[in-house]
């Protein structure tokens, strides 16, 4: 039986091994290893993409997961896809989710259409949520993840010891074994594919039963719910008018939560309603698919559904906990729901796991590869724990108002299907992602300028997607695909209407001082054979009409010139309509001033605003990247 809960993950290879003294013990050095290749640890994997981090990724499993499981993205976990470069897969192979349906009971014991709500937010410019099983999300981030570093994931390798020495400058060594040699022959030898790898950092993205949460002896603060539900993904054949809608279906017999998939398939979740479960009696092992199709029946009735094909199907109990801490010393971390796990309902399972690791991934980058403090680490358990822990209010206040009660609930009819939208509604922005605020810390500054109006550039805040033209070419372009999960941190320049002699001045005067290589960020935080875009990237968005501005009339630093490649034309951008008139909207939806004297923004690698300032001030920008970055002058 398959616990949608127990996502275990594992590692894999990139680096050689050698043989250690004749003990027969393999050993290897690496940067990161990562104990399970579910979606939070390829997600963190990817963001080596693009380094020289040697990392290996440890499974237990001796294969990818195939169906069921999570299957829910969600508009920032979708926005984090692209970043990495398989947005449009993705996009290419899910199921819109358009629509939600509530439906509640009537008087002759049927169900009833209530209101249909349209699933969307004001402001996103993509939609909002998509189905597609995690077994091809898994793939196709483990697919972008060989193209660029040849690493494969270590099925059936186990992590069984850590041991620390902190004179060593990989202090982490960690025993692993093959289980699946020791399965297959029943013992453990010198052939059963034991090494030690010594590591900088050891991420457990190894699902509820976690065993490196176990094995450092980090609690799980909250609480197991005794209910019992039922989980499956079918090709349904129904009379059923709402199949392809994401319902909300309450019936005197119970509750159903239905969400449509891809290749026709839709998922059912249903709480099981025997006696015995409801008092929390009733192993999940004792319920079978012949009775999840019975409850979902039920509370179809009197609309019909059969069943020709099931792709996956499980059971689980909710749980809601949450680790008490996500890091040790800042060497071992914890993520996904080996550091917090609630009910699958809500649908952010696999988005908070992927949005954990997109978080500690570029920190992990910043330390490795550029020799940022390692204090820059302390930062993934502020920001993403208590994110968890709204989460589980979340989950507990959801749950609650899906309770199982059937025709024993004293509420009125209406009173409940207004409970549930209400919860679903008002929670929307939550789910989506976008509304995550992460409070002040050294990558995340707050400062009050008269000179600085953005009324939705917040620090701490993701910045918002928005549609420019490039300069050059007048290809229009979301940010999102400008803002590539690299490492790098950028510098976005909103140059206002540059066509004005006044902001034109300014402008290049900005230019001149990030131009000046005794003391602009870019060179001091910049080792000085790389390229100056390789930690930080400026990008500009002016507000001008594109045909007033010639980009090569710009200062050479907002387009640098490289021996090789020549000018590079894809960091200039205007706020202006494109060739089929579209109009582009990146100052409204920043709340920036088109006509005003500008700004700059900081954005750190995983697309969240760290620091505003005027456009012409480069102190608080320089003295935000020496609180992170190793100076070079």
């Known amino acids: 039986m398959t616990q949608l809960n127990e996502d275990s993950e594992q590692q894999d290879n990139q680096s050689t091994t050698t043989l250690e003294d004749s003990s027969n013990l393999l050993t290897d050095e690496v940067d990161v290893v990562i104990i399970g290749a579910g979606p939070a640890g390829l997600m963190l994997a990817s963001w080596f993409n693009h380094t020289q981090v040697k990392f290996r990724i440890l499974e237990r499993k001796d294969t990818v997961t195939g169906a069921g499981h999570a299957d829910g993205l969600k508009f920032l976990t979708i926005e984090m896809l692209h970043s990495i470069g398989i947005g449009d897969q993705i996009k290419s192979l899910s199921c819109r989710v358009d629509e939600e349906a509530c439906w509640t009971s009537d008087e002759n014991g049927g169900i009833n259409r209530s209101i249909v709500i349209a699933n969307v937010i004001p402001g996103l410019k993509e939609i909002r949520e998509v189905t597609l099983n995690q077994g091809t999300i898994q793939r196709l981030l483990l697919e972008n993840i060989e193209k660029a570093r040849g690493v494969k994931i270590e099925y059936e390798k186990v992590a069984v010891k850590v041991t620390e020495d902190d004179t060593d400058d990989h202090p982490l060594h960690i025993t692993v074994q093959n289980v699946g040699y020791i399965q297959r022959n029943g013992a453990v030898d010198a052939y059963s594919g034991n090494e030690t790898i010594r590591t900088k950092y050891l991420v457990g993205c190894d699902g509820a039963h976690s065993w490196t949460r176990k094995y450092f002896e980090i609690p799980m603060i909250g609480q197991r719910v005794d209910s019992v539900w039922g989980v499956m993904d079918i090709l349904p054949k129904t009379d059923f008018p709402d199949i392809r809608k994401n319902c909300m279906i309450e019936s005197n017999h119970g509750n159903l939560l239905m969400l449509p998939r891809e290749q026709k398939l839709a998922r059912f979740y249903v709480p099981i309603s025997d006696e015995h479960a409801q008092q929390g009696q009733l192993a999940v092992d004792q319920i079978d698919l012949k009775a999840i199709m019975e409850r979902t029946r039920s509370i179809l009735s009197p609309y019909t559904l059969e069943s020709s094909y099931c792709d996956w199907w499980s059971t689980y109990k909710i749980g809601q906990r949450l680790a008490e801490n996500f890091s040790i010393r800042n060497r071992i971390f914890l993520a996904g729901d080996a550091a917090h796990t609630h009910s699958p309902k809500v649908g952010q399972g696999m988005n908070m796991s992927m949005q954990d690791t997109f978080n500690l991934g570029w920190k992990l980058v910043a330390c490795l590869q550029y020799n940022a403090d390692p204090s820059l680490l302390s930062t993934y358990e502020s920001e993403r724990r208590p994110v968890a822990n709204d989460l589980l209010n979340f989950d507990r206040v959801y749950t609650q108002a899906w309770a199982n009660t059937g025709d024993k609930d004293p509420r009125p009819t209406t009173n409940r299907s207004t409970i549930l939208q209400e919860t679903y509604s008002n929670n929307m922005y939550f789910t989506t992602g976008i509304y995550i605020h992460y409070p002040s810390s050294p990558i995340v500054k707050n400062r009050d300028s008269e000179d600085v109006v953005a009324k ?69 935080f910049t080792p000085p054979n790389d390229p100056i875009d390789s930690r930080i990237e400026v990008i500009t968005v002016h507000s001008s009409p594109r045909v007033e501005i010639e980009l090569l009339d710009l200062h050479p630093i907002f387009h640098p010139w490289s021996d090789d490649q020549g000018w590079d034309y894809w960091k200039v951008y205007a706020d202006d309509a494109d060739v089929l008139g579209v109009q582009s909207d990146a100052y409204d939806v920043c709340g920036v001033e088109r006509e005003g004297k500008g700004l700059l923004a900081v954005v750190r690698p995983d697309g969240y605003v760290g620091l505003l300032t005027a456009l012409e001030d480069l102190t608080p920008v320089e003295e935000y990247f020496a609180g992170i970055l190793p100076a070079f002058l």
């Open 456 to 524: 939705k550039l917040v620090p701490g805040m993701r910045v918002p997607d928005f549609q420019v033209i490039n300069q050059a070419d007048g290809i229009p372009i979301q940010l999102k695909k400008i803002l590539r999960a690299d490492g790098r941190f950028r510098i976005l320049v909103f140059a206002a209407n540059i066509s004005l002699p006044t902001q034109s001045s300014r402008l290049a005067k900005l230019g001149e001082a990030l131009n000046a290589k005794e003391s602009s960020p870019l060179y001091k």
